[in-house]
């Protein structure tokens, strides 16, 4: 289109160039604050700094007796019994508790009546009962013998030569355990989904075979932790077998009170912290077997603690760094 002539022209002014907006000042976001939190720490902080400086400076410890008997023989002796008599009723007692945990769960209703008979009667009977019964069972039974149900044996023992202190102690804590361990072994076995043993069926796998490839292993990852936590209960019921005439760790202390009954307080001492020793190996032992069965159930492994000191350690040289820099 053109333009008549002497025709003004109008040229637009271009707008002013705008800057870009300034970005607003990095804020530094505050924590929320806990005061709560604070006031407790602050609270249990007092509490152990009182209950620790009472230990130590109470004379009636009489730690320097403590230092004399922790490692003495006959503490040591008492302490290598407690723990054979721990490891024979471990194994004895989870060996029984898988054939009571296969009883509740057999087809058979007498397998079934016996299993679950046994795993509430001991779980009824307190331990130190079932121990003073088994060091008196031979006045019940003078000898044991093996033949034809209500016919002539073929085979006599005297129960007298053949229930020595330390085999009364592990029966006992075996029979006992075998209860326990039952209900775990039969808790592990039932967390197993049931369309796992529809699938192996489907498959037409062995019986035999589904249980030990297939359930066994997956049962196992419910089993094992609860079952090394049960072994904890295990190490402190050894203190018990001392009221059938072993001299466990408990009965060897015992029986240095009773020689030197001025040191009854630093031997109860020497028990308790051996006591604490065992109980924490098998609390660290736990905790790895937790974590090795964990793998198919977590997305991440839990960090060990070496590995949680590694990531502190390294978090606090980071904000030191950030700090300096600033």
């Known amino acids: 289109m053109s333009r008549p002539p002497g025709a003004a022209v109008f040229l637009a002014e271009a707008p002013p160039a705008q800057s870009p907006p300034t970005p607003p000042a990095a804020e530094r976001v505050q924590p929320l604050r806990r005061p709560g939190r604070w006031i407790a720490t602050a609270v249990v902080l007092v509490l152990v700094a009182q209950i620790a400086h009472g230990l130590a400076t109470n004379p009636f410890y009489q730690w320097d007796r403590f230092r004399y008997w922790f490692l003495r023989p006959t503490v040591l002796d008492g302490l290598l019994v407690t723990l054979e008599v721990a490891a024979l009723s471990a194994v004895s007692g989870l060996l029984g508790g898988v054939l009571l945990a296969l009883a509740r769960q057999s087809g058979s209703p007498v397998l079934r009546a016996v299993g679950w008979t046994y795993t509430w009667l001991f779980r009824s009977?307190?331990?130190?009962?079932?121990?003073i019964f088994l060091y008196n069972f031979s006045a019940l039974y003078k000898t044991l013998s093996l033949g034809i149900p209500f016919g002539p044996a073929?085979?006599?023992?005297?129960e007298s030569r053949l229930a020595t202190d330390m085999t009364v102690a592990v029966i006992g804590l075996s029979l006992n355990e075998a209860a326990y361990a039952a209900e775990v072994v039969r808790g592990g076995l039932l967390s197993v989904d049931q369309g796992q043993h529809e699938a192996a069926a489907a498959l037409g796998l062995p019986k035999g075979y589904q249980f030990t490839r297939i359930v066994l292993p997956q049962a196992l990852r419910s089993i094992v932790p609860n079952y090394v936590?049960?072994?904890i209960g295990l190490v402190k019921s050894t203190s018990l077998v001392f009221y059938v005439s072993l001299l466990d760790l408990f009965g060897s202390v015992q029986t240095m009170g009773s020689t030197y009954p001025g040191d009854i307080v630093p031997l109860l001492l020497v028990a308790t912290v051996w006591y604490l020793v065992l109980t924490s190996a098998v609390s660290v032992v736990q905790y790895y077997v937790e974590r090795y069965f964990a793998r198919g159930a977590?997305?991440?492994l839990p960090p060990t603690p070496l590995q949680k000191a590694r990531a502190a350690l390294?978090?606090?040289r980071a904000r030191l760094r950030k700090e300096a820099a600033v």
């Open 229 to 231: 936590n049960q072994l």
């Open 125 to 131: 009977v307190p331990l130190i009962v079932v121990l």
């Open 314 to 316: 390294t978090g606090f």
């Open 298 to 300: 977590t997305r991440a």
């Open 154 to 158: 073929f085979v006599t023992f005297d």
